[in-house]
């Protein structure tokens, strides 16, 4: 399994930005493709954003999109989403997610993920 570390969530304010970070520790990361993922309370998780191996490929939900972009650099074995415009409907605990396979193509599905980080809060006031 691939080690997982999120950093960069916090408080913020509407319209206010964030980055979030994830840090990997396996050397074979940018074979992995990687997804976000957010889960307020009483609400199921959802998807946010997925980038393929090589990050040529992307895939943003339809609720962020136009406001959040997912890249990475394989280099420091990290995948960001950076998040603008922030609305308090935004706010979740948002999970870093390596798939399961090596070499897919961006995925929605959270079962095409083996290996998740613990999460990071992003809190958003109005």
């Known amino acids: 399994q691939v080690q997982l570390v999120e950093s960069g969530g916090g408080l913020v304010q509407a319209g206010g930005s964030l980055r979030l970070s994830c840090a990997a520790s396996e050397r074979t990361f940018g074979r992995y493709t990687m997804g976000w993922f957010r889960q307020a309370p009483g609400k199921e998780r959802e998807f946010v954003a997925a980038?393929?191996?090589?990050?040529?490929?992307?895939d943003v939900a339809d609720h962020v999109k136009g406001r959040f972009t997912i890249s990475r650099d394989n280099a420091k074995n990290t995948v960001y989403l950076q998040m603008t415009s922030l609305k308090p409907e935004d706010a979740a605990v948002y999970s870093c997610a390596a798939a399961s396979r090596l070499w897919m193509g961006p995925s929605r599905d959270p079962s095409d993920f083996g290996s998740w980080g613990q999460g990071t809060q992003v809190t958003v006031s109005s």
């Open positions: 980038i393929s191996s090589g990050g040529s490929s992307t």
